[in-house]
């Protein structure tokens, strides 16, 4: 299944001045992942994972890239709640973390 979404967020305990707004589209089957975004530091990421659900709640691991700034590609994990997520982010010398809201449709 293909989706298309538009996330908002909010950069908690970093530094940097971040982008905020994130269209993404994602391909899901059987609960493996993989899609692409436009990220916190104005690129294009490209991710591949896996996503658990319990209800409302999931959980979602992978390797994402566009964070140039950290490695070519970097672990990913992020936890929802009916559309609400927080993920771990980073900064070189800094972790903080990343929430917000996904418009999906």
Do not use: C
């Amino acid at each position: 299944m293909i989706e298309f979404a538009l996330a908002l967020s909010l950069h908690l305990g970093l530094e940097g001045d971040y982008n905020e707004i994130h269209p993404h589209i994602r391909y899901n089957e059987q609960n493996y992942i993989a899609g692409v975004y436009y990220n916190s530091i104005n690129n294009v990421s490209f991710y591949v994972g896996k996503r658990w659900e319990y209800n409302d709640f999931g959980l979602e691991a992978g390797a994402v890239t566009g964070y140039d700034n950290i490695a070519p590609v970097i672990p990913y994990a992020r936890a929802t709640y009916d559309n609400f997520f927080i993920a771990p982010g980073v900064e070189p010398d800094n972790v903080g973390l990343v929430i917000g809201y996904e418009f999906k449709w």
